[in-house]
DNA sequence: TACGATCAGGAAATCGGATTCCTAGTTTCC
DNA sequence: GGAAACTAGGAATCCGATTTCCTGATCGTA
């Protein structure tokens, strides 16, 4: 913390003995210069540790070479690793990421947006809790909508693709010869637990495999996952068992599934096939077994918005939502210890 | 998304029929002007939606009214509450975050540091993963370390004040009447595991009570959780436990430790009370029973590093460590159903 | 040798506000 | 009634880098 030893393009330009001009050339490659003197002004400016002040460059390129990272949600479980794809994309593009977290307050998101505006952000990702739509924000810079889309079809999102997770679910099941399989979803409202049930029903039915009982909703937690084995099978035990193949919408609701099938004596994956959705480390890693899930590749959204954005600000926007295929993790919760 | 509605000082001039300068006194309260015609410029600046350009402001202002969130760690499940607590107080003081996640490159660490500065911050927080103390960063400005503290003492560093945490479970296992415990740490080479370890032992020895065997390490798993209760106990059943409360590093541990001790049919609290750390409700929430822990108060933290930054750029810096008194928070796996 | 073309580098304008300094009016007070 | 003290608001300067002009020097060629 050596204060007051900024240094400004002057003076490096004394030191090199030439004009601000002239360093701003040298340090950027434009202009026409001798080679001498750019290596000249480049000593200049390593020795006095010159970094050129952002906000100056900013005033005059008419660009912040910043984006912002709206978050509505106070990046939680699924918006954390999304921003952080794409702070870490923005970062090879060379620019800066303005963290926003809106925490659900309506008057909070509306300040931040003003204030990304007044920093004149090159454009901003937004980005939500879940995968329901939500309305635009008003800006006057591209934006793009990550994990949440914007409810506005001209908008540019980028969301992950629920229907695909699921088909590599079913396929993965299907090849492990497993034929009655039962859903539990998490809240019955949301996009994530209907999504994944209307695309697995349909999956199975093109199967030609039974979908055992009717979806059970509950909420997202490990205990509502426990006490939906105990709806799933109904009393049944040993060799009586009405499905081989439990898919729970979520990593936390298959672990608790998990953990009540293993106290009930219910032997996963021999008897009943398990899998989650998410591959949240701490539950799929943890569960016991490990879980067969789906990881969105959150980090990667994250980017391909950042990517999008980057697009967008140099001029080539785009519209419409794009579905990230995920990524099957298949463990010990299908395929037993082998 | 309506571009090129820019609208610049000399616009709202313009309509309102004044010069820009006293657009900008009028807007800002300064200078000396009659009311009706602060009013008539508001009323201007509102119509056309002016939002001052920050970039602009910053450059004649010598401030950025930015400071910037350097995470060492790619903002897990310990930076990120800090950082999201730093960024909550920012905005009170009108100051927005910069985002920059190193993920334990140095590289990368040098690359956000330098765009920083090249930025003009007006200051940084520093946080990391685990609470080792770590190599201070050398900056033109202030710079306050959150979690993981600076190694120079003449830094300001805020971090969670383990033994107080581990002195409120003490207090809350004797009050219970438990006399004899045992303690599982994580990985051993950390100052988590020691630290709280050291003043376990300190706190049992002044109430006289006993430090069952020696300190457990392995790593931060529920596996290891599960696998410490076997040695804790040492195949010891019924009313031969050597042990009336165990004392875990972790939630993660605390967890894997109940479920092992339930499966050993040791009844948690009535046998064996169980203590967590980190209240990571995922975790101890999620534990059958919930478990008893320490918040460490991760937002309040971050919060409080952003006061004493904020109050470092106003000329009035800190220096040196201050600990924060965390939270006990008691649940179910010392205190039971009631 | 001379004249146009090319080149190196400097002077000045620019980005968009904030702020300092002035200058007409208007009050105030003796 | 005239000088001093305010007032309201505009003109000019500044922040620090980029960029556009522009000038003097060098080069090439007829």
Partial sequence: MDRGAVVRITDVAALAGVSPSTVSKAL????SLRESTRARVREAAERLGFVPDATARSLSARRSFTVGLLSTDSAGRFSLPVVLGAENALVGGELSALLATARHDPVREQHHVRALVARRVDGIIVTGRTTEPREPIRVPMPVVYAFAPSSDPDDASVVPDDAAGMRLLVEHLAGLG???????????????????????????????????????????????????????????????????????????LARGGCDRLRELGVRVPVDVAVTGYDDWEVMSLASRPPLTTVDMQLERLGQRAAELLIAAIEGEPARGVERLTPRLVARASTLGDG
Wanted: glycine share 16%; net charge negative.
């Fill in 28 to 31: 950027n490659d434009t202009g």
């Fill in 178 to 252: 497993r034929r009655r399989i039962a859903y539990v979803g998490g809240r019955a409202e949301q996009a994530a637990s209907l999504v994944r049930y209307e695309t697995l029903a349909t999956e199975l039915a093109a199967r030609g495999l039974e979908l055992v009982g009717t979806p059970l909703y509950g909420d997202w937690s490990e205990q509502w996952g426990r006490r939906a084995v105990d709806l799933v099978l109904g009393g049944a035990v040993g060799s009586g068992l009405p499905v081989d193949g439990i898919v729970f919408a979520s990593d936390q």
